[in-house]
C-alpha cells in the first residue's frame, strides 16, 4: 500500500468538510466562522479530482454527459428551491462548475491531439471562449434565482493548472499559490480586507483555495475501494444535503 492518501479517502474527507461549510452559509450562527475559511480546499479538491480522473476515465464522453446531467437536474432543484422556501432557496451547483471544466479540458485535450491545423486552431479558441465564458457567467432568472457557475474564479483557473501541468504536483502547487496569492490581493483587498474585521476575512476567504496543495501531495494515485454506489454517493449526497441543512434552517430558524 502505497502512503498517503487515496481517491476515495480525500473524497470522504472532503464530503465531512463540505456539509460543515455549507452548515455554515446557510446557518451562521451554529457554527463558528473559523469553519468557512478552514474548508476552502473541498471545491477545489473536488475539482482537481476530476481532471485526475480525466486522465483515467475509460469514457470521457460518459463522464462529461454525467456531470452536465447532474448539473441540469441540479439547476432544476435549485429554481424549484426557490419557489419552496419563498425565495431564500439553493444557489449551489458545484456540477454545473466542474461540467464546464471538464468540457474545456476537453476541447484542449482534443486540440493536442488533432493533426488538422485548422480543427485544432478551433478547438483552442472554443476552449478559450468557454473559459471566459465560465468566469463571468451570471444569468438572473425568476425566483430570485440565478445560474453562475460556483467558485468558477477560482476553479477554473485550477483546473487548467491541474491539466496542463498533470505531469508535475511541484508546477501545480506553485500556479495555484501563487493564483491564490493573486485573488487575495485584486478580489479580496489583501490585508486591509482582513483588518476590516474577522468575519469579513472568513467570509471573504476564497483565495484560499491554496488549502487544497498538501491534498494534492497526499493523494497517492490509487482509486480505493470503488463501488457502483461510491461512484453516484456524490450526485446523490450534494444536492440531498443542501436540502437537508435548507429544510432544518427553515423548520428551526436557525438563520
Request: charged share 10%; proline share 4%; glycine share 6%.
Amino acid at each position: 500500500m502505497k502512503f498517503g492518501l487515496n481517491r476515495a479517502q480525500l473524497k470522504n474527507i472532503a464530503l465531512v468538510f463540505m456539509v460543515l461549510d455549507n452548515l455554515w452559509l446557510r446557518c451562521p450562527t451554529v457554527l463558528n466562522p473559523i469553519v468557512h475559511p478552514i474548508t476552502r480546499f473541498v471545491s477545489a479538491l473536488f475539482a482537481w479530482l476530476m481532471v485526475d480522473g480525466f486522465f483515467h476515465t475509460k469514457s470521457k464522453g460518459k463522464y462529461c454527459a454525467r456531470l452536465w446531467i447532474a448539473a441540469i437536474i441540479m439547476q432544476i432543484g435549485s429554481v424549484i428551491s426557490y419557489i419552496v422556501f419563498n425565495g431564500d432557496g439553493i444557489p449551489d451547483n458545484i456540477f454545473l462548475t466542474l461540467a464546464f471544466g471538464f468540457t474545456i479540458i476537453w476541447l484542449f485535450d482534443i486540440a493536442k491531439n488533432t493533426q488538422e491545423t485548422g480543427k485544432k486552431y478551433m478547438l483552442k479558441v472554443a476552449a478559450i471562449l468557454m473559459t471566459f465564458v465560465a468566469l463571468i457567467l451570471f444569468i438572473p432568472l425568476p425566483f430570485g434565482n440565478y445560474i453562475m457557475l460556483e467558485g468558477g474564479i477560482q476553479l477554473i483557473p485550477l483546473i487548467l493548472f491541474a491539466y496542463f501541468f498533470h505531469d508535475s504536483k511541484a508546477k501545480q502547487a506553485i500556479a495555484i499559490i501563487i493564483y491564490s496569492i493573486f485573488m487575495f490581493f485584486a478580489f479580496y483587498s489583501g490585508f486591509a480586507g482582513i483588518q476590516n474585521s474577522f468575519q469579513m476575512f472568513c467570509f471573504n476567504s476564497d483565495w484560499m483555495t491554496l488549502l487544497v496543495v498538501p491534498f494534492i501531495f497526499l493523494y497517492n494515485g490509487q482509486e480505493g475501494r470503488k463501488t457502483a454506489f461510491s461512484k453516484w454517493f456524490f450526485y446523490v449526497f450534494y444536492p440531498l444535503h443542501l436540502w437537508v441543512i435548507a429544510i432544518i434552517d427553515v423548520v428551526f430558524k436557525l438563520s
